[in-house]
């Protein structure tokens, strides 16, 4: 018996083990073992085959995901890019609407106007003699209201009585 030079501090004792062990390999059957090997074989298999296609769909999944990502993303671009040209649109038609404004403004003046009317329209401004004077008598020609005006009475009847009672 071979004992070892630990101490102990538990109160039982060790239990002595043989130093020598047989290996016995037990072996099932030939008939029996082919099956099982099979069976075992098609498990491993099987369990290969859905780890490999858990696989191939979690890298599907992926890439569709990515591939959203990147549609959305060129979505984005696009409208950028159509808001900056309709930006740029806008400040070169409000710069044309300024320019017209001041073009407007130039030709309110009194004296291009009087220009225009002399060399588009042949006018000529007045002179003394082409002014003809008109005498009138100095009459009223309004006439004063012959009818008496009555207003009406938005007065209760009681009021009414009341008027009629006093004589106004």
Known sequence: MAYSNRYQYE??????????????????????AKKTKS??????????????????IYVIIGFLILLAISYRNSVINEKFAEIKTLKNNLASIQKENEQLEVNIENNLNLKTVEQSAKELLGMQKLENKQTIYINLPKQDYVEPASEEIVKEDNSSWIEKILKFISGK
């Open 11 to 32: 109160t039982s004792p060790r239990k002595i083990q043989p130093e020598y062990r047989p290996n016995v390999k037990r072996y099932p059957k030939k008939s029996t």
């Open 39 to 56: 069976v075992q074989n098609k498990k491993t298999s099987k369990k290969q085959v859905t780890i490999q296609t858990k696989i191939v």
